[in-house]
């Protein structure tokens, strides 16, 4: 912890807040000293930290599986390059199961979405104090107040994140209905679903009806999709906060925490990767 | 938990990953799986088709052997025969042999003997000459009484 002692909810507040970079109403492009001054900024802030360590370890992904795919050879794999045909194995077959037209885009995709957000996820079991306060150290040499240097090293607890992830799927989602459907069968599968009638009058009674059910369920797919690995990661951040606030008997509940949340990382990994299968075989498939 | 630039700058970060990883990493890794894959199925294939050229040649090897210990069955068994063959000959041989070597020794012997009694006659007949000459004292003609010894003698 940085600074003084702070109260538990400075504490926790604390660590909820990223490092954000905007443009202020009254300060110009600058480093939000406080939430309060983040919030100001509007739309127009990045999260520094949110972003370099997704990108950090997006690099790190890509770095890893293109030595793999560089060195692979036909013949007895390194361990390296058994780990990264397993994934790639693993990957494939998901997609394979789930995902029955032809598209060179959906496994790399699900690969990529996978093993990013398990990084991502990851970064979770690095203790919550330990960057935080490296990064306050830091800050503190570069003479800013330690208190107001704030780092959020989960990139998956940070909606952004996963909005921005989910709604790039919703773009390839859309992008896939009307490159298979056309676009007036993207506008059918809106309206003349779930209700249909041969009757003209009445289906035409029906389209709005239909268009209001489809059209939710269509935004629902990212909005889910975004929300869930979002607050999922974000209550198991939450409550690693909470249990580093209790003093020695942290200890073994971390402990405890983390080799759950193991489970919750995986899991929420393979989640994203599925439901984006799923959702791009809905969007090729015909009914 | 603000919606800001953030969102944009992750969704750009994740099209370059996506796109890096369909581009770079997808394509070598899943070629080098389906080579891999290939060769082993391959590997197996050559195991097998060992195994039954393996079958094949032991069969063969069975059947050559089979062969070749009727043949040399046969040859010992013409050899043997042969064997038994001569041997019945030079046994006949020796035995033709022997009894012509019997019926020359008997003939040799049957010649002696007429020469043996030949003699003996002739010696006889002197014997007689001389016997007589002595008992007559010389008085009598040799020559005349020649011819009686003669006959005496083939009398004898």
């Given at each position: ?11 926790i ?5 990223n ?9 110009g492009?600058?480093i939000?000293?406080s939430?309060?001054?983040a ?5 127009w ?8 360590w997704?990108v950090g370890?997006?690099l790190?992904f890509?770095?890893?599986f293109k ?7 036909t ?8 780990f ?8 494939d077959n998901?997609?394979?199961?789930t ?15 996978f ?22 150290k830091i ?22 994140a ?5 709604l790039?799927?919703f773009?390839l989602?859309?992008?896939?209905t009307?490159?298979?459907?056309g676009?007036s ?10 209700f249909?009638?041969?009757n ?9 009806v239909?268009f ?8 629902a797919?990212p909005?889910?999709l975004?929300l ?15 249990i ?5 008997w942290?200890?073994?509940?971390h402990?405890?925490?983390a ?5 919750v ?8 990767m599925?439901l984006t ?7 090729v498939?015909?009914? | ?7 944009v ?9 996506v ?14 799986l389906q080579?891999?894959q290939?060769?082993i199925?391959?590997g ?8 039954r050229d393996l079958?094949?040649?032991?069969k ?18 013409q ?5 038994n063959?001569k041997?019945e000959?030079a ?8 009894e012509?070597?019997?019926?020359k020794?008997?003939?040799e012997i ?7 009694k ?8 002197r014997?007689?000459v001389?016997?007589?000459e002595?008992?007559?004292e010389?008085?009598?003609?040799e020559?005349?009484h020649?011819a009686?010894?003669?006959k005496l003698?083939?009398?004898?």
């Amino acid at each position: 912890m940085a600074g003084t002692n702070p109260t538990p909810t400075e504490y926790i507040q604390h660590h909820l807040q990223n490092l954000t970079f905007g443009l202020h109403p009254d300060n110009g492009w600058s480093i939000a000293h406080s939430a309060q001054e983040a919030s100001d900024m509007g739309f127009w802030a990045v999260h520094l930290d949110t972003l370099g360590w997704s990108v950090g370890l997006g690099l790190i992904f890509l770095w890893l599986f293109k030595k793999a795919a560089n060195t692979a050879t036909t013949g007895v794999p390194g361990a390296l390059q058994n780990f990264v045909e397993l994934m790639v194995e693993f990957v494939d077959n998901s997609v394979k199961d789930t995902f029955h037209g032809k598209s060179k885009l959906i496994a790399p995709l699900a690969l990529t979405i996978f093993c990013w957000v398990f990084l991502m996820n990851l970064m979770d079991l690095v203790p919550v104090d330990f960057l935080p306060m490296l990064a306050a150290k830091i800050g503190a040499m570069f003479g800013a107040d330690p208190a107001h240097v704030y780092f959020k090293v989960v990139p998956t607890t940070d909606v952004n994140a996963t909005l921005g992830m989910a709604l790039s799927v919703f773009g390839l989602i859309i992008f896939y209905t009307i490159r298979t459907k056309g676009f007036s069968g993207f506008i059918g599968e809106l309206t003349l679903h779930p209700f249909n009638s041969p009757n003209k009058l009445v289906q035409a009674l029906f389209i709005p009806v239909n268009f209001l059910l489809e059209f939710v369920t269509l935004l629902a797919k990212p909005i889910s999709l975004a929300l869930r690995l979002f607050g999922n990661l974000y209550a198991g951040e939450l409550i690693f906060i909470l249990i580093a606030m209790i003093g020695l008997w942290q200890l073994p509940l971390h402990f405890t925490w983390a080799v759950f949340h193991i489970l919750v990382i995986t899991l929420q990994a393979f989640i994203f990767m599925m439901l984006t299968i799923v959702y791009m075989s809905m969007a090729v498939e015909k009914h | 938990m603000n919606l800001n630039l953030t969102l944009v700058g992750q969704a750009i970060a994740f099209a370059f990953f996506v796109w890096f990883c369909m581009k770079f990493i997808w394509p070598p890794v899943m070629q080098a799986l389906q080579e891999r894959q290939k060769k082993i199925a391959d590997g197996l294939d050559a195991a097998s088709r060992a195994a039954r050229d393996l079958e094949v040649a032991e069969k063969e090897a069975d059947e050559t052997l089979r062969k070749s210990k009727q043949e040399a069955a046969e040859i010992l068994e013409q050899a043997q025969k042969q064997a038994n063959q001569k041997l019945e000959q030079a046994r006949e041989d020796a035995r033709l042999e022997g009894e012509r070597m019997i019926a020359k020794a008997k003939s040799e012997i049957e010649q002696e003997v007429a020469r043996a009694k030949e003699d003996l006659r002739a010696q006889v007949s002197r014997l007689a000459v001389l016997g007589a000459e002595r008992i007559l004292e010389s008085s009598i003609d040799e020559k005349q009484h020649a011819a009686i010894v003669d006959k005496l003698a083939k009398e004898l």
